[in-house]
């Protein structure tokens, strides 16, 4: 069995063509079609330390019906090579993936229309030559497989693609909302399945999951307006949110120079105030702290009597 590609055409049964036929204008007949088999995606992790739950292939599942086969993610209607119109999710006998799991994977049936213009494209079908695919869908969810939080929502510690206990760490998409096309692509992002994922524009993602899809895109991709309306709107709030950390790093910097000049007066303070310019947050934060104790410290110790027995009284010339 071949994984994540075109698997074999087959004469459309009267079943078959019952489907088809939903979608098209006016009936057509099994000599008119070429149908064939396709391996969508799996749960698998991929190249890019990335896999689906099958809770999620199972969203696909329902979303992929009726969704259209183009080449490389092309968004021109000209493109459009197939239309999915019946999908399943299958065991795989034996199979796990790379992290133990039971191993399962997104199948579908697939046409598109036997003409002059098709033809060299299902001789490269039938040849094998074009057989590898990609998937494109939104995912809401983005788990850390080892600690459980949505990279979507914070951040974790745990880097993808390291081994954790033994266990190698990736990202879990799930809670599909939508399913777009699939791809013929010449490199798949999974191992088995060959897929890659690309994702809306939403407040949602991350600058991680915009800057993977905008690698992803080919020369000739085009987005749609409101797709770079909001992709401009998330922008727009990045900057916001940057200029409130560019005063909040300027505020922190000038107490901690101001810190500084208490705690240790010997200190060259213009230097030391080039040197807070370049520093991180974190790094400014952790001199906050150790200036902010030493001056604590130092305001303690004026405050406590001294305990020094040989200190002579020098007011009895005050006594009567």
Not at 21 to 43: G, K, M
Not at 169 to 183: H, P, Q, R
């Amino acid at each position: 069995m071949s994984f994540g590609y075109v698997e074999k055409s087959f004469e459309a049964s009267a079943e078959d063509l019952k489907k088809i036929n939903q979608y098209t204008r006016r009936e057509f007949d099994a000599d008119s079609l070429y149908v064939f088999s396709v391996i969508l995606c799996d749960n698998d992790i991929d190249r890019d330390f990335e896999k689906f739950s099958l809770s999620a292939l199972n969203e696909l599942k329902t979303l992929f019906v009726g969704k259209t086969g183009i080449s490389d993610h092309s968004m021109k209607s000209s493109d459009q090579k197939a239309r999915v119109f019946e999908t399943w999710v299958e065991k795989g006998e034996g199979m796990t993936t790379a992290d133990g799991e039971p191993y399962y994977m997104l199948k579908a049936k697939a046409y598109m229309l036997r003409n002059e213009e098709n033809k060299s494209f299902i001789d490269e079908l039938d040849a094998g030559i074009k057989k590898e695919v990609s998937v494109s869908c939104s995912s809401k969810k983005a788990t850390c497989s080892i600690c459980g939080k949505d990279k979507r929502q914070c951040r974790c510690e745990h880097v993808s693609g390291k081994k954790y206990k033994g266990k190698t760490a990736c990202t879990v998409l799930s809670d599909i909302s939508d399913a777009y096309e699939f791809s013929f692509v010449a490199v798949p992002a999974q191992r088995k399945a060959g897929v890659t994922k690309a994702f809306e524009f939403t407040k949602e993602n991350n600058m991680e999951d915009i800057i993977k899809t905008l690698k992803n895109m080919s020369d000739d991709t085009t987005v749609s307006k409101s797709q770079l309306d909001s992709l401009l709107n998330y922008v727009d709030e990045l900057e916001d949110e940057a200029e409130l950390g560019r005063k909040y790093k300027k505020s922190l910097s000038d107490e901690v120079i101001r810190l500084c000049a208490t705690a240790m007066p010997e200190m060259d303070i213009k230097t030391f105030s080039s040197v807070a310019q370049v520093m991180t947050a974190k790094e400014l934060l952790s001199f906050k702290d150790a200036f902010t104790k030493k001056n604590r410290e130092s305001t303690a110790k004026l405050q406590i009597k001294s305990n020094d027995t040989n200190t002579k009284n020098t007011v009895n010339q005050f006594k009567l």
